[in-house]
């Protein structure tokens, strides 16, 4: 493959056997209506077959200039507890998405999903996922049981995808909140929320210190942690409780991090840059979301990366040897 060719690292596939969602799924089953897709009873705006139609998925490719996409499961399908019916969801999950992956002549690669209430049921399907053709890695959330990537389960498969050489992405849930009930804002200001709280655990946690050349991305260009990373590293700096647990300052943390280009504005887009650096930042897309970027591989080369630096770092941050 020429360099010249896209890799989006963040699109969303669900089959539609698979639209019942694990057990403790924050919304409710997803459903088809007349051939528009809702979560229990809010409308995502979205064509059924756009989330559960490969060959869709691969006609979108091809119209927005992707060579490569990586995909996984939609956040509101992650098994968030244990038990055997989310371990079956998962494995029912990872093995269609295997079969995808391994019919697609390489134009899609996988990453899979786990189970969140039980370590050792966690480290067994990180295992099995290792050993997948195909499937590069993991996507999580950035909280189960209000608890981030520093603590409890997360940091589990943090360390466990470390120790086995898989990509990890996170991705929120959208999780609801009684000050956020209209205008979508458990999206708009919810989701970037999300995200920024588990960059800080990890950068403020120690985790980056812990399992260096973690290959982790954070979609939505790291949701609000380019805005806030300057006053986490000032409270570094100025208290000892926020640097008890890391031996670094967040900003050198944070330059080790993949993001990815879902931002909306190029200036945001410039922001990222600077704090991140280009060769962290790859090209997403949020497919087929309402809320993904629409051209995704022209917004991405709006920026300071050129091509060749967009594809390094998503066959970086994937593992894709050779690309």
Not at 159 to 183: N, S
Not at 257 to 286: K, M, N, W
């Amino acid at each position: 493959m020429n360099h010249d060719s896209m890799i989006d690292v963040h699109a969303h596939w669900l089959p539609r056997d698979l639209f019942g969602l694990p057990e403790g799924a924050p919304y409710g089953a997803m459903h088809d209506r007349d051939g528009e897709l809702y979560l229990g009873e809010i409308p995502l705006s979205i064509a059924t077959g756009a989330m559960s139609d490969v060959g869709a998925i691969l006609d979108d490719m091809r119209v927005k200039g992707i060579g490569i996409r990586a995909l996984s499961a939609p956040p509101f399908a992650f098994p968030l507890s244990a038990g055997e019916r989310n371990e079956a969801y998962a494995a029912a999950f990872n093995s269609a998405l295997a079969e995808e992956v391994s019919r697609s002549d390489g134009r899609l690669v996988g990453l899979g999903m786990v189970t969140l209430g039980d370590t050792g049921a966690a480290t067994r399907q990180l295992e099995e996922l290792a050993r997948t053709d195909g499937v590069h890695g993991v996507a999580i959330p950035p909280l189960v049981d209000s608890r981030s990537l520093d603590t409890g389960i997360l940091r589990h498969v943090l360390t466990e995808a470390h120790r086995l050489g898989l990509a990890v992405l996170v991705h929120p849930m959208q999780l609801p909140r009684p000050e956020w009930p209209d205008y979508y804002l458990a999206n708009l200001i919810g989701n970037p929320v999300e995200t920024a709280t588990a960059v800080a655990s990890l950068v403020l946690g120690g985790v980056t210190d812990a399992l260096p050349g973690l290959r982790i991305c954070f979609v939505h260009g790291g949701g609000c942690s380019p805005w806030l990373l300057s006053r986490w590293t000032h409270a570094w700096k100025a208290r000892p409780d926020v640097r008890r647990a890391s031996s670094g300052p967040p900003d050198a943390a944070y330059r080790t991090l993949y993001f990815d280009t879902v931002v909306y504005d190029q200036r945001q887009l410039e922001l990222l840059h600077g704090v991140a650096g280009p060769d962290r930042i790859a090209c997403g897309s949020d497919y087929p979301f309402d809320m993904a970027e629409p051209d995704p591989a022209r917004f991405a080369l709006s920026g300071r990366s050129d091509a060749a630096a967009l594809h390094r770092a998503a066959a970086g941050f994937l593992g894709l040897t050779g690309e």
